[in-house]
């Protein structure tokens, strides 16, 4: 599969000869000038990422940096540290205590600015609040907010204490969140009462009832007041959190952690139907992420840094959060949707603030795109000096549009590789020094060694393979919240136990950059999010009417890919516009709004190889119209007929 994908997109994305080198304007001021750099860390790994270590505070220094039994990986062994402790602690006993840390604005245009000393204060009264709640280090916390200060609060409270903040995306329905709070057994949850999207509200404390229903271990839930919207309050379970900090003492210890103490976990999915709870550090994952915004980002004191990513995803985590407030940055947060009240809320916010580093996704800039340029020009963008994109491979196209006119061609962007389960960026530009070619998320970053690999874990020079990476690095997942075969077989078992397979496909070319081609898996890539598609075909068949369903990704001009399924229904249902919306939203139910397929297609059988196997390939030919692939080793060819002539007729 990998080979098919990779042919028909590299023959475009190697005609791209384009090349951008950094401005001088810019490389003068870099944080990083020297190509030297690449060849320290490779000469000194460990070394390398001790410089990082070095520049945060720890209780007690650790005493080796690196213990690597494959594929399980410990970093600054034996250190102490404390991620809220360097993300705030650190810094109001220096002249960034009345820097703003956190600049937010919430969708109908309200706003507040918390300096680190302002969150220092919050930090610590909500840590002494969990303290109050019975939460013990190692504890798991479960976090269902909408995008506002509470929300990292919440996040660095947890890390103060030593409990293990598991965050659920807001757009998740309560399914989704009752599955995640069981798997972490999470002892409290955060929510907030709702939150803002495109003028609507988003109930999140209502749709969190009905999860904890079915939820046995919370014993409490903590509700931040957004927007007084309705809602129901259980006496002695449930909390408003402005009451309980007004009671809370304003100074809370930070618990001296061991680096290979839990930080968090993040749910993502892989290709079963079961979301994986994704377990990251607290020593690793803080230098992985510090030394990373530091370099990719260029991050300055006076620099106005906006991620635009939701705090639920780990990009949010990683560099909403933690990277850049370990760095002393100040970090601009909105709440809502980027087309509301009009297309250019974006622009308006970047004018509004200054914003100089913006961080977003291919998706965004594809709408964007479409919007048009006359949205931008409304707005004088000259702040920016930095652009940057994660999440789905752009194509050149978006690429050269993202420079042109929101870099206004002075501005380095950086495209991004890395994974919920990689914890920080791996492949990456340093802007200061990589020129840059469209499309190409170019290098590794120093230290970190990746390479292509065939099927047989050879190295491919030049062309394409799988991505793989062949050494630990420290922000790097340290294993599946309570299923470690399933750690292994996942991520380390393609080739030999020391080299973590991707599931990415990916090119390399003759000056070695490195070209991502998109998941060689069956996880899907809707507007950025990662679906896998056995998760929306478990929400299908859970459907009464449901015998059997196929779900396929099909590539979409703005959101990378849509969802589509194929499903057969059971006699005593009828298929039609109907049942076509009731399935839709029952898998919204079932997983969330981002999960809603696009199409639906009924057809009285599947096409299976003999051994019963679903051929997905087909499926996906079949709703992207090509020409039918191989179909020798169907059980019934005729059935791909069928379905083909259905699918153009519909
Ligand atoms: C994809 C998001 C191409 C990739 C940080 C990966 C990318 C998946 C890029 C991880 C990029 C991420 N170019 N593809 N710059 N960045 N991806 O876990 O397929 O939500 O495996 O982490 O996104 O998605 P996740």
């Not at 009345?98 to 009264?125: C, F, H, M, S």
């Not at 019975?134 to 919440?154: N, Q, T």
């Not at 599946?480 to 393609?494: A, L, M, N, T």
Request: aromatic share 10%; hydrophobic share 40%; net charge negative.
């Amino acid at each position: 599969m990998v080979e098919k994908n990779i042919e028909g997109e590299l023959a475009v994305l190697l005609e791209e000869g384009r090349r951008f080198f950094p401005p001088k304007s810019f490389s003068e001021k870099a944080n990083i000038k020297d190509e030297n750099i690449y060849e320290e860390a490779k000469n000194d790994r460990e070394g390398f990422w001790a410089k990082f270590a070095n520049e945060l505070h720890w209780f007690k220094k650790w005493d080796r940096v690196l213990e690597w039994d494959p594929p399980h990986a410990k970093w600054f062994v034996g250190g102490k540290i404390n991620v809220s402790y360097n993300c705030v602690d650190r810094h109001i006993q220096t002249g960034v205590r009345n820097k703003a840390a956190i600049i937010w604005e919430g969708e109908q245009g309200d706003q507040r600015t918390l300096t680190y000393w302002d969150l220092y204060r919050e930090v610590n009264k909500f840590a002494n609040v969990l303290k109050s709640l019975g939460v013990e280090k190692g504890d798991r916390i479960a976090i269902y907010m909408p995008m506002i200060p509470e929300l990292p609060i919440a996040m660095l409270a947890c890390a103060r204490v030593g409990a293990v903040h598991t965050v659920v995306f807001g757009g998740f329905s309560a399914e989704s969140l009752r599955d995640r709070i069981n798997d972490a057994q999470a002892k409290v949850l955060i929510a907030a009462d709702g939150g803002y999207r495109r003028g609507g509200i988003i109930p999140l404390k209502h749709d969190a009832d009905y999860a904890i229903k079915e939820t046995p271990s919370i014993k409490h839930v903590v509700i931040v007041e957004r927007g007084r919207f309705p809602l129901r309050i259980k006496e002695g379970r449930d909390h408003w959190w402005h009451r309980l900090m007004q009671e809370a003492k304003p100074y809370c210890e930070p618990e001296p952690m061991d680096a290979e103490d839990m930080l968090y976990t993040l749910y993502t999915s892989g290709t079963t139907g079961k979301p994986k709870g994704i377990i990251h550090t607290t020593g690793g994952y803080l230098t992985g992420v510090y030394a990373t915004t530091k370099l990719v980002f260029d991050l300055k004191d006076d620099d106005v840094y906006w991620c635009t990513a939701d705090i639920g995803w780990v990009t949010g985590h990683s560099y909403v959060v933690y990277g850049p407030l370990a760095l002393g940055a100040t970090v601009v947060m909105y709440e809502g949707a980027p087309d509301w009240p009009d297309r250019d809320r974006f622009w308006q916010i970047v004018e509004k603030y200054g914003v100089t580093i913006f961080y977003t996704a291919p998706t965004a800039i594809r709408a964007f795109m479409k919007w048009g340029i006359e949205w931008l020009k409304k707005h004088n963008l000259s702040s920016l000096r930095l652009l940057g994109t994660v999440g789905e491979p752009i194509n050149p196209e978006a690429w050269m549009w993202y420079h042109k006119y929101v870099g206004q061609e002075k501005c380095p962007v950086v495209d991004t590789w890395w994974q919920t389960e990689t914890g920080m960026i791996l492949i990456t530009p340093l802007p200061g020094i990589t020129p840059l070619k469209p499309g190409s998320a170019t290098k590794p970053f120093p230290g970190v060694d990746a390479d292509v690999l065939n099927e047989k874990g050879e190295s491919v020079k030049i062309g394409g393979g799988y991505l793989a990476i062949t050494s630990p690095w420290p922000a790097m997942l340290r294993g599946i919240y309570g299923d470690p075969e399933r750690y292994i077989e996942q991520y380390w078992s393609k080739w030999n136990k020391g080299i973590y397979f991707t599931a990415d496909g990916a090119k390399r070319d003759e000056e070695g950059y490195f070209w991502l081609l998109g998941r060689v898996d069956d996880v899907m890539s809707v507007a950025g999010h990662r679906i896998s598609t056995m998760e929306v075909e478990s929400a299908l068949v859970d459907h009464p009417g449901v015998a059997e369903s196929a779900v396929v990704g099909i590539p979409h001009e703005i959101k990378g890919q849509v969802i589509v399924a194929f499903v057969t229904i059971k006699d005593n249902h009828s298929p039609g516009k109907e049942m076509e919306d009731e399935l839709k939203e029952h898998v919204v139910k079932k997983i969330g709004s981002i999960a809603r397929p696009e199409r639906i297609i009924f057809s009285a059988d599947l096409p299976k190889t003999r051994s019963g196997k679903i051929m997905r390939r087909l499926l996906r030919d079949i709703a992207e119209g090509k020409v039918l692939g191989d179909t020798t080793t169907l059980a019934d060819p005729g059935i791909v007929e069928k379905l083909k002539e259905k699918y153009t007729e519909e």
